[in-house]
Every structure is written in structure tokens, then in C-alpha cells.
């Protein structure tokens, strides 16, 4: 009797996924909860694990091919070998019927009820035909982000056909062979349109300061050791940040807003998302309720989030609903930078490293080690006075720690 191997539950408002590779051959021995193939969505990668122990018998889906939840991957069969390994090639004759089936399906009245269910609500909510969209899917399939950007760009009738728009120009013979081209993942193509969305729709500015981090320095050398060996965790520094960008959202919440049509979410809750540099793009977890947690809470629930995206164990839902981002570019060196917008949200802070710099304090040069601080905000909800004053409540809170410690 054969086990079938489907799509799980992807998570909110996730209804496909693109098959990242294959961990087991069809033949071969496998273990209940084993890991078998990776699904990467447009927020994680994730595993599906073997539903029983057998062995995989046939994989229906190949390495890049888009499927939809509740999708079939493949089969198990019971027992530990003997099974007719089955993979998922086509006919050569079907691979060239493909592009004349996908032509006569797109001029078909009916042909948007082929689409997923992300694409068939986004249709149905902004009147966006999918008819109009050039997928870029498998075999041309148009996709959950395909219907967002056309809705963005404000596509409403479908170009004329026309040859394939040629992206870039040909390399010369002797640089081509040294060429290699990668499809991008999932996540990154997401990365790529949300951050392109991001510059297009906000009216993004940037405004800068610097922080003596002297206070926070002592500080945490003071008391490291006796943090780490009650806590179990080290002390750094993005739970100061947390704890100093909560203060002055509760002061400015319009930095804690976002614009939705016509109307302005002010939201009385903060959760900030802290960026994560992983080897397949930048994830943002989201450290929940975060004016609830103590410097403490905050590093652990940091500590885990870093460990598990590195991992690719990051769930879904630990990536949605933040209300404001921190991204550390001092971890990879950066002296300034000016962070993109982590839409919805309203603003973003950009650290950096940290470096001794020469300035002058009661008429005297003196050196500190100095960090300069970025912060992009949505100019179109956020006016200059308020985001200057939230970036200065930043410093203050940051060069008197004490402040975070008494909430003043």
C-alpha cells in the first residue's frame, strides 16, 4: 500500500511553493518524519518529512517546479526495497505541446479558473485579470507575486503578444563560457519585488545621528558575565536597540503606523521585526510584544530566531505582522547605510559598527566609540520633525541606559 507525500499547510495567506531539491532518490529507504524534499515559499524554506517509513516510490514533482498546498510530491510504499523508481520526466512530445496548451488556456474565456486561489482572490478583489499578467511560473503560470506587481504597476489590459523581451545583452563567446546562471529562489525573487515595491509606493527618506555608545559599552561589560550565567544567553546589544526604539514608538506612534488606502493604522502593540542575514537572502523575524519582554527575553527570543533562520527553521508565522524592522549592518562591517522599507511598515533603523572616533565633549576632544544610526521612514505618514525626534529619543535612550532600565 503507497503513503502519498503532499504539500503541508504553507502558513497565512501562503498558498505555493517551488521545489528546492529533493533529499531522497525514488528506490530509495526511508524513515518515518525523515526529511525528503524542500519547499521554499516566498518567506522560508521549509522541509516535508516522510509521513511513514518505506520506501519513495515515485516523485511526481521535479527540483523548480511551483506547487500549490495539498499538492501530490510522490508516494511510499511499505518495505525496503524492490520499488520501480518513478520520476516526474515529461514526454519530450508534452514539453513541446506546452506552450500551445498554455496559449489556447490563456485565450479561453474560462482560463483564470485554472489559476491558484492567491491568484483567483487577488483577481476577484482588484479586478486585475490574470489574462492581463505575464506569469512568471512554470510554463508561464501566473503567480500570487505576478498579480501583486501588475496590481501595483496598474495593469489592467494584457500587452500585445510580442517576442520575449530580451534582459540583457549577449556576453561575448569567451565571457560566456564562464558565466553561470542560477535561477533565483523563491524567497530571493520575493526579496527582489518587495524591496523594488518598497522604493515605488513610499515616499522614502532618510535621516541620520550618532550614538556615544559608551554607556551602553560599560554596561554590558559590567554585567556580561553575571547575565550570561542567569539567563543563559549572552548580553549584545540589539536588546538595548529593541528596548530604545519602543520608548520612542510610544512617543511617535505614527513610526509605528503604516497607511492602508486612504486611512492610517496607528498600532498600540510593537513588534519588531530584527533583520537576519541568512546564505539565501535576508529574513526578518519578528520579536513579538516586544515593550512586554526584558533585555533578557528580548536576547533570547534574538538568539533563537538567528539560530533557526541560519537553520532554515523558521516558521512563517514568526515572519508576519511587524510593526517596525531593525537591521544591523555593523555585524558585516557597514560604517553608514540607508536601509529599504520593510512594507507595509512605516520606517526602518539601520545600525552600524561601532568604531573610537575623536568629538568634542565640554570643550575637549575626546574619543568615543561612536555609531552612526539611519533611519528610512515613509515621508508620506511620517513628517521630518517626527522622525528626527524619534531618531534623537533613540540616542537619548541608547547614551543613558539607565533610562531603558527605570522606562523614562
Known amino acids: 500500500m503507497a503513503t502519498e507525500i503532499r504539500v503541508p499547510t504553507l502558513g497565512e495567506s501562503v498558498t505555493e511553493a517551488t521545489i528546492g531539491r529533493w533529499f531522497k532518490k ?13 519547499l521554499e515559499t516566498d518567506k522560508v524554506t521549509l522541509e516535508v518529512n516522510a509521513p511513514s517509513a518505506g520506501v519513495l516510490a515515485e516523485v511526481t514533482v521535479n527540483e523548480g517546479d511551483t506547487v500549490e498546498v495539498g499538492a501530490l510530491l510522490g508516494s511510499i510504499t511499505e518495505g525496503a526495497g524492490g520499488a520501480v523508481a518513478k520520476t516526474a520526466e515529461k514526454p519530450a512530445e ?15 474565456p474560462g482560463a483564470a479558473d ?21 506569469g512568471t511560473g512554470k510554463d508561464g503560470r501566473v503567480t500570487k507575486g505576478d498579480m501583486l506587481a501588475a496590481v501595483a504597476s496598474g495593469v489592467s ?16 563567446p569567451d565571457d560566456a563560457s564562464r558565466e553561470e546562471r542560477v535561477r533565483m529562489t523563491k524567497l530571493r525573487q520575493t526579496i527582489a519585488r518587495r524591496l523594488k515595491d518598497a522604493q515605488q509606493t513610499a ?12 554607556g551602553v559599552m560599560a554596561l554590558r561589560s559590567q554585567y556580561k558575565d553575571a547575565f550570561e550565567k542567569k539567563h543563559g544567553v549572552k548580553l549584545g546589544f540589539m536588546g538595548f536597540f529593541v528596548k530604545a526604539c519602543v520608548q520612542a514608538l510610544k512617543e511617535l506612534p505614527a513610526v509605528n503606523a503604516e497607511i492602508d488606502g486612504s486611512d492610517i493604522i496607528y498600532k498600540n502593540y ?65 560604517l553608514l547605510s540607508t536601509p529599504i522599507l520593510n512594507a507595509p511598515q512605516s520606517a526602518i533603523l539601520g545600525m552600524h559598527r561601532i568604531e573610537e572616533r575623536p568629538v568634542a565633549r565640554n570643550g575637549q576632544v575626546v574619543i ?41
Request: charged share 25%; glycine share 10%.
Open 270 to 334: 510593537y513588534h519588531v521585526g530584527v533583520a537576519v542575514g541568512t546564505d539565501k537572502g535576508l529574513v526578518v523575524p519578528v520579536v513579538r510584544d516586544a515593550d512586554q519582554l526584558s533585555v533578557a527575553g528580548i536576547e533570547k527570543t534574538i538568539g533563537d530566531f538567528g539560530k533557526r533562520a541560519r537553520d532554515g527553521q523558521l516558521k512563517i508565522e514568526e515572519m508576519q505582522g511587524g510593526t517596525f524592522t531593525i537591521s544591523n549592518g555593523g555585524v558585516y562591517g557597514s
Open 368 to 408: 568615543r566609540p561612536m555609531m552612526y544610526l539611519a533611519l528610512s521612514y515613509d515621508h508620506r505618514i511620517i513628517d521630518g520633525k517626527e522622525a528626527v525626534t524619534f531618531l534623537v529619543r533613540v540616542k537619548e535612550n541608547l547614551e543613558d541606559p539607565a533610562r531603558l532600565v527605570l522606562d523614562l
Open 203 to 214: 515616499a522614502m527618506l532618510t535621516t541620520f545621528n550618532d550614538v556615544d555608545m559608551s
Open 157 to 172: 489590459a494584457s500587452p500585445a503578444p510580442s517576442a520575449p523581451v530580451q534582459v540583457r545583452a549577449p556576453s561575448a
Open 94 to 108: 508534452k514539453k513541446e505541446e506546452a506552450p500551445k496548451a498554455e496559449a489556447s488556456k490563456a485565450a479561453a
Open 114 to 134: 485554472d489559476h491558484g486561489p492567491a491568484v483567483r482572490r487577488i483577481a476577484e478583489e482588484t479586478g486585475v485579470s490574470p489574462a492581463t499578467v505575464g
Open 26 to 38: 525514488p528506490g530509495e529507504a526511508v524513515k518515518a518524519d525523515e526529511p525528503l524534499v524542500e
